[in-house]
C-alpha cells in the first residue's frame, strides 16, 4: 500500500517568512496530493491540492509543487501569519475510485510574532 | 449545507463499556470514510463506504470495531467492548462522486475510555 512520509514534524519561522513541508510517497500511482490544515481541537480542512499532470499550483500564499519522477510534493506558505500555526497533514490517492487518502504524519508549524 | 455531523462530541467512559459514534455525511455524497487520530499513528483511516456499502474494512484494528451505513444519511462506529487503547478523536469525512473532490471531515468525537 501507500506510505507518505512527512518532514518536518515541527517547524518555527517568524511572521513574515517563508515556510515549505516536505512530503515523499511510495505508490506510483497515485496522482492526487491534497494538503489539510488542522488547528487545535479542529476538523483538518482542505488548503490545496494537486493532482499529478500538474508540476505546480498557486492559491494566494500558499504553492504545492510536485515531482513525480522524485515521488515528492512540497507546501509553500509565503509571508507567514499568526493563523497559520496549525498542524498540516499531506496526503496521497490513489487512483481507484475511492481515491482513499493515505496521510502523512504532520507538521506542527508555529508562526513567531 | 450543515457539513459533516459528528455525535458525541466527547465520550467517557469505562473500559469494558460499548461505545457508538454516529456521523451524517453531507447529503448527495457517496462515500463516507471513518479515521482515527492518535498522536501515536496520526490519522488512520478504519473503513469507508460507498453507496452504503462497506468497501475497505482493512484498517479496522480489531473485531471488537465495527461500522454500518443503514442508509444514505447514517453511519455509525461501534467499539465492544472498549479498552484504553482505542482512547482518540474518531472522525468521520464525506465525498461525492469518484473524481478528484474533497473529503470533507465532520468535527470528530473525542473518545475517552478509563
Known amino acids: 500500500g501507500e506510505n507518505v512520509e512527512q518532514h518536518p514534524s515541527t517547524l518555527s519561522v517568524q511572521e513574515g517568512d517563508s515556510a515549505v513541508i516536505k512530503c515523499t510517497y511510495s505508490?506510483?500511482?497515485?496522482?492526487?496530493f491534497p494538503w489539510y490544515k488542522q488547528e487545535l481541537g479542529k476538523r483538518p480542512q482542505l488548503i490545496i491540492d494537486i493532482r499529478s499532470n500538474v508540476g505546480e499550483k498557486k492559491d494566494q500564499r500558499i504553492a504545492v509543487t510536485l515531482n513525480k519522477t522524485a515521488k515528492h510534493f512540497s507546501l509553500h506558505i509565503t509571508e507567514t501569519q499568526p493563523e497559520d500555526s496549525a498542524v498540516y497533514f499531506c496526503?496521497?490517492?490513489?487512483?481507484?475510485?475511492?481515491?482513499?487518502?493515505?496521510f502523512g504524519s504532520g507538521t506542527q508549524l508555529t508562526v513567531l510574532p | 449545507d450543515a457539513g459533516v455531523i459528528q455525535s458525541p462530541r466527547h465520550e467517557v467512559t469505562e473500559m469494558g463499556q460499548e461505545v457508538t459514534l454516529r456521523c451524517k455525511p453531507i447529503?448527495?455524497?457517496?462515500?463516507l470514510f471513518w479515521y482515527r487520530q492518535t498522536m501515536m499513528r496520526g490519522l488512520e483511516l478504519l473503513i469507508y463506504f460507498n453507496n452504503n456499502v462497506p468497501i475497505d474494512d482493512s484498517g479496522m484494528p480489531e473485531d471488537r470495531f465495527s461500522a454500518k451505513m443503514p442508509n444514505a444519511s447514517f453511519s455509525t462506529l461501534k467499539i465492544q467492548p472498549s479498552e484504553p487503547r482505542d482512547s482518540a478523536v474518531y472522525f468521520c469525512?464525506?465525498?461525492?462522486?469518484?473524481?478528484?473532490?474533497?473529503?470533507?471531515f465532520g468535527p470528530g468525537t473525542r473518545l475517552t475510555v478509563t
Open positions: 469525512a464525506s465525498r461525492r462522486g469518484q473524481g478528484f473532490y474533497e473529503q470533507y
Open positions: 496526503a496521497a490517492s490513489d487512483s481507484g475510485s475511492a481515491r482513499q487518502l493515505t
Open positions: 505508490d506510483s500511482a497515485s496522482n492526487y
Open positions: 447529503s448527495g455524497h457517496d462515500y
